[in-house]
């Protein structure tokens, strides 16, 4: 197939070679300024309270290198694990870069992240910095003896009128700190670059490393998928504490030379339309749940803003309904193309590109230089059949497929079987060869498009005083497609009311995240277990769903 679009297409566009160096922060900053669009806005950053700042593509060079040498005379060396612990300030954008410049490989953790979800993720890297920021200090301080690798703190916003850093805690103001000459590091292909952690149904949240030859992918699914061209101003809606918000919302941008715009601000739908209005955003990648809540403030109100703008549209995290398809039609004028891919891919699987007749409700086919099917959970063997539902598989290698699970190859080669790589989703594909997504194989919870995993919310449940037994399921949900709901049993001498249900609510919230704080507490007796003590989630789901439990005395011994 030698028309087919292959991923080293990239290369020369990026001016590499198959053996050359390749440095993310590099392509994404210096190499702007080296192909004359040095003045060119990179990022409109959007505060609280409307605040607005502007950076050109200079800045971002001499910004990140500013990070890297920073990091790099307090000893922090390649290979390194850096974590970002930032809201989406400009430091978060520009810091990642100045980590990969480095050649150190940067951490992203959600700023909503509690005690409990950073000590996992962190232990587990054996991270030596944090950067952070005066209202996540707290959080950091009070995990910081338990992560006996993490040698540095760095606080952004510090000043002479704050109270004075602890020891490990250091200073840093990115302006001043500016660098025009540092040397972004040689790194190769298979040198490692940016680590996410997502969550499993079991066991703790597991660390999906990339390499920095996935800027191959994310460079290509951008132009082609996301569309974008030098005079677009593009939005991406995501956090970098997720996958999207770094391989959609830094990486792939920046190597195009994109105008970024960036809104660090909580969610209302007039804000939103006011700020694409306002900056004139043409392309617009985000969520079938940010989707769901913009629809249900009306396509009227859209249409009181001037997003004549905005020409391109794409989605990613959940099933985008056919409803929100047809909505945004209405609403916009435009299709949203769902694009689905997953934190291990690095970028884009199965896309809706542009030009292509979007079916609503599916979310597209392979893109182009990805060879992707549904097979057979058991065999592995491909589907043909149309219509039938199967398990997503692409088959590898390509540039932006996660290298390793960090500190867990024997998950990361179960993800294979019979030569191809297996997502852990079904779908099933049309005549045409449109995938249609059916469900994930396994019990995380997709709330908002952010995976939650049972096991952490169970563990942290059992953390609070007064449960003795814990179970926690996705209950389906208008807007987030799932909710996390809990199942509680109580230890004796604790009362299952109101007030008990809150401090479990504001325990979890504090301990994991907001996403991951249950909506709903059931309180039992005892929860439903396998005869070797286990407990039964299937059960709580179906009961949950209003389906047949089944017979519960089959349930094995697994
Ligand atoms: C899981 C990956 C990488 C994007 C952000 C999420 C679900 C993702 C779609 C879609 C239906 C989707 C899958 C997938 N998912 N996109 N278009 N339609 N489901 O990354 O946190 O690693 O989650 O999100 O279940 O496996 P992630």
Redesign the pocket.
């Known amino acids: 197939m030698s028309d087919k679009l292959h991923w080293d297409d990239a290369l020369a566009d990026l001016n590499l070679t198959q053996d050359g160096p390749i440095n993310i922060g590099y392509l994404c900053t210096d190499r702007n300024v080296e192909r004359g669009l040095g003045d060119k806005t990179a990022l409109i950053h959007q505060g609280h309270g409307g605040a607005l700042g502007k950076f050109s593509f200079i800045d971002l060079k001499e910004l990140s290198g500013g990070w890297a040498a920073f990091l790099e005379d307090r000893g922090v060396g390649s290979l390194d694990r850096v974590c970002l612990f930032l809201d989406r300030v400009p430091e978060l954008y520009i810091g990642f870069l100045g980590i990969l410049k480095l050649g150190a490989v940067v951490q992203p953790l959600f700023s909503a992240f509690g005690d409990e979800s950073l000590i996992s993720r962190m232990e587990d890297s054996g991270a030596v910095a944090i950067i952070t920021q005066r209202k996540h200090l707290g959080k950091v301080r009070k995990v910081r003896d338990r992560l006996p690798e993490l040698t540095m703190v760095v606080v952004i916003d510090q000043t002479d009128a704050h109270k004075p850093l602890r020891d490990g805690e250091v200073a840093f103001d990115m302006e001043t700190g500016r660098n025009a000459d540092f040397i972004p590091a040689a790194t190769g292909a298979e040198s490692p670059s940016v680590l996410?952690y997502?969550?499993g149904t079991t066991g703790k949240p597991k660390g999906?490393l990339h390499v920095h030859e996935s800027v191959l992918a994310q460079y290509l699914t951008t132009r082609d998928v996301l569309d974008l061209k030098p005079e677009d101003v593009y939005w991406c809606t995501?956090d970098p504490g997720?996958?999207?918000g770094t391989?959609y919302g830094i990486i792939g941008p920046w190597t195009l030379g994109a105008t970024q715009f960036v809104l660090d601000a909580g969610f209302s739908s007039a804000a939103w339309y006011q700020a694409m209005s306002d900056h004139k955003v043409s392309v617009w990648y985000t969520?079938?749940t940010a989707i769901r809540m913009l629809m249900k403030d009306g396509a009227e109100l859209v249409k009181e803003y001037d997003l004549s703008a905005l020409r391109h549209m794409c989605?990613?995290?959940?099933?985008?309904n056919a409803e929100g398809v047809l909505w945004g039609r209405e609403a916009f004028g435009l299709d949203f193309h769902?694009?689905?891919?997953?934190?291990?891919?690095g970028a884009m699987m199965?896309t809706n590109m542009p030009g292509m007749t979007v079916k609503p409700g599916s979310?597209g086919k392979p893109f182009p230089a990805v060879e992707a099917a549904v097979v057979d959970a058991d065999t592995g063997i491909r589907i043909d059949e149309p219509n039938t539902v199967g398990m997503i598989a692409v088959k590898p290698p390509w540039p932006s497929m996660m290298r390793t699970y960090w500190n867990n190859s024997a998950t990361y080669y179960g993800k294979f079987l019979n030569g191809w790589y297996i997502?852990?989703?079904r779908a099933s594909i049309d005549n045409d060869g449109y995938f249609w997504?059916s469900g994930?194989d396994d019990d995380?919870i997709?709330t908002g498009?952010?995976?939650v995993g049972p096991f952490e919310i169970e563990s942290a449940l059992l953390e609070h005083e007064a449960v003795a037994e814990s179970a926690a399921i996705g209950k389906p949900d208008p807007v987030n497609m799932e909710v996390v709901k809990a199942f509680v049993a109580l230890k004796p001498g604790f009362e299952p009311d109101d007030d008990m249900e809150l401090s479990i609510m504001n325990f979890i919230r504090k301990k994991l995240s907001p996403l991951a704080m249950p909506q709903e507490i059931e309180f039992m007796e005892k929860l439903p277990k396998t005869r070797s003590g286990k407990i039964v989630r299937r059960m709580l789901k179906a009961k949950e769903r209003g389906e047949e439990i089944g017979d519960t005395s089959t349930l094995d011994d697994d």
């Open positions: 996410h997502t969550s999906a995501a997720w996958v999207t391989s969520a079938p989605s990613v995290g959940e099933p985008l769902d694009t689905f891919w997953q934190t291990e891919t199965i979310m997502c852990g989703d997504f994930r995380v997709n498009g952010h995976l």
